[in-house]
């Protein structure tokens, strides 16, 4: 005999009423892209509502910037967006630089565009991978990861660790680049675009991945604005914007490059865009090379900031005690009250810093707008009606991490 | 630039699986290419000189004991506060000795601030990963352990005392004049800042050497 009423729905098949209900899609899924919550309500297969949870992985970096000095924070960057920290090192200090008004030495921006489009592959090589493996084509994921080896040996030769790099500092970088560097960066950029060549002949005429993408998690430019997002997400749904465009920094005003715009907004499209993005980083780094200039590589001032040399030299010879570098540090001129806003071009959208200077060498709040936060934001109007199999397209499609998200 | 959103695909395409059959291709092809990865335990990467790993005191030849001055610049400059150092002030000579220095590893972030702010070198994040434990205690170094880190990473790698070097002891590309006495070692030309690389004419070559031809 049957018993409750949801066996008695089984049963009855057509008549049944269809009673929404709720599944919950992570933190330990692994198409999340990281520790992603998302709470389903789903009619059938179909999408009602989808809130996503965030926070599983707040370290407090924001707070933690309020006890550090600037440069101390440098390191705490890595850890946002973990997968191309070159870009937060480089967001990070132009922000301080703006903030404390040093200008950079013309190299040092040289190598800082080149490492910050080196992250941006490495950003969206790991996009491609993990995107591709979620729709289902596993042979993408090794062959990306094949070529962001190479990137990540290189960030070893220059800075000494592959993810964490903290190569920047406040006014420059905080190592020159070598000649086997640029040797090796540059043969990588000439074999490069034929490595491109073989991910779209796997995947981009494929019917398989055609079906999952097209005319799947479509998003108005209208939309794509008002919802905040930035980036490829953005650009895929045809707004032209772009921060090293519109609002450039470090070196881009000297190199030539394109921004890609989609038309349609739909997962395919922000795949192309972000296919063709790597093209045009491809040929940044390489004028990068072609044009670098002799310089020095940290502005003559801002080693200070760190810790006193140069400058203050003789002041710190007295005050070798740690409170008294300390105090040296954190009690220079340099500090100025205000607040500043500086956006950088991540691999995700916008990733900017601000802060707020009561001037004193913390300060008195650093905000992180990361590009990761907003899009997840965005997931519950992209994924309202479409199938939960869709669901796993739309967050590769849209790029999160969720370091940078929880931050 | 407007990107190109063309998915239609010609007739005989759509008939006879060419693009399914092109992806094929290439994987076919890669079975035959030279493999990229390496077998861990058997083989091991080669690392680049300043990879940020286990921390160590370095040996100075003539003391044989540590280089530290207790300046306690590489404790106060750490972002994650793990090295923590006591020290005690001669009466007479006004001259510092180290009593204990301390580092948690456990906390360490591996930015490598320390070994870079120190003045006489006496710190160094050695190219040494592999130091794994099933309990916490192994990886609280004290002097002596820091030491021994130091002999330990020599002895592994058959390096000389003094011929070891390391990006971070001397920032490539600084000028000498910004540099503390004991970090103005002798290093390869192309780390100095006089002889710093640029880009000419398909290879990588000094400045000097680009200016003088």
Not at chain 1, 338 to 359: H, I, M, Q, R, T
Not at chain 2, 152 to 168: A, C, G, Q
Request: aromatic share 10%.
């Amino acid at each position: 005999m049957l018993e409750n009423k949801a066996q008695l729905r089984l049963v009855k098949g057509d008549e049944a009423t269809h009673e929404p209900y709720t599944i919950a899609m992570g933190p330990q899924h692994p198409a999340t892209h990281g520790v992603l919550k998302l709470d389903l309500e789903l009619d059938g297969e179909t999408v009602l509502e989808c809130k996503p949870t965030v926070g599983f992985l707040h370290r407090g970096v924001e707070k933690l910037a309020e006890n550090l000095s600037y440069a101390q924070t440098l390191p705490l960057t890595d850890r946002l967006d973990y997968i191309a920290s070159m870009a937060n090192n480089v967001a990070y200090s132009i922000a301080v630089e703006k903030l404390l008004d040093i200008e950079v030495p013309l190299r040092a921006k040289y190598i800082r565009t080149m490492v910050m489009e080196m992250a941006r592959l490495t950003g969206h090589l790991l996009w491609l991978a993990t995107h591709a493996l979620d729709i289902g084509a596993m042979t993408v994921f090794l062959y990306c990861f094949r070529e962001r080896e190479i990137l990540l040996d290189m960030f070893e030769e220059i800075c000494g660790a592959r993810l964490t790099t903290s190569y920047t500092c406040i006014g420059g970088v905080r190592q020159d680049v070598t000649g086997h560097f640029l040797e090796s960066l540059y043969d990588f950029t000439e074999d490069f675009p034929s490595k491109i060549k073989e991910y779209e002949t796997l995947i981009d005429k494929n019917r398989i991945w055609l079906k999952r993408t097209q005319d799947v998690g479509i998003v108005s430019a209208e939309d794509a604005v008002s919802l905040g997002l930035t980036g490829p997400t953005l650009r895929g749904s045809g707004v032209d914007y772009d921060v090293r465009k519109h609002m450039p920094y470090d070196a881009y005003p000297y190199v030539k490059f394109e921004v890609p715009i989609g038309s349609k907004g739909d997962v395919y499209d922000r795949y192309r865009c972000r296919m063709e993005e790597m093209h045009q980083s491809n040929s940044i780094i390489r004028q990068c090379i072609e044009a670098l200039p002799t310089g020095p590589i940290r502005a003559a001032d801002a080693p200070d900031l760190v810790m006193p040399y140069g400058i203050q030299k003789k002041v710190a010879a007295d005050a070798t005690f740690s409170s008294g570098i300390i105090k040296l540090v954190k009690d220079s001129e340099r500090y100025i009250e205000g607040d500043v806003y500086v956006a950088a071009e991540v691999p995700k959208g916008e990733l900017g810093f601000y802060f707020v200077s009561d001037g004193k060498g913390v300060p008195y709040r650093m905000h992180i707008r990361s590009p990761s936060y907003i899009h997840i934001g965005a997931l519950s109007f992209l994924c309202k009606g479409q199938m939960v199999a869709d669901v796993i397209a739309i967050i590769g499609s849209v790029d999160v991490v969720l370091g940078e998200c929880d931050r | 630039m407007r990107i190109k959103y063309d998915t239609k695909k010609k007739l005989a395409e759509q008939i006879f699986l060419l693009e399914i059959l092109k992806g094929l291709w290439l994987t076919l092809r890669r079975l035959f290419s030279r493999s990229v990865t390496i077998q861990y335990p058997k083989e091991r990467k080669e690392l680049f000189p300043g990879f940020r790993g286990k921390h160590a005191l370095i040996r100075d030849p003539e003391t044989n004991q540590a280089k530290c001055v207790a300046c306690m610049r590489c404790s106060s400059v750490c972002p994650a506060r793990c090295i923590s150092i006591r020290y005690s002030v001669d009466e007479k000579t006004r001259a510092r000795k180290v009593d204990s220095y301390e580092i948690n590893a456990l906390r360490c972030i591996f930015c490598g601030y320390c070994e870079e702010v120190c003045p006489v070198n006496a710190i160094v994040l050695t190219e040494d990963y592999e130091y794994s434990d099933y309990t916490r205690q192994p990886f609280h170094f004290d002097m002596e352990r820091l030491l021994k880190n130091w002999d330990e990473f020599l002895e592994k790698n058959n390096l000389e005392p003094d011929k070891y070097l390391n990006p971070f002891l001397r920032p490539r590309g600084l000028p000498l004049g910004e540099l503390p006495a004991g970090k103005r070692i002798d290093v390869p030309e192309e780390w100095t800042y006089e002889g710093q690389v640029i880009w000419k004419d398909g290879k990588a070559v000094s400045a000097k050497e680009a200016a003088s031809n």
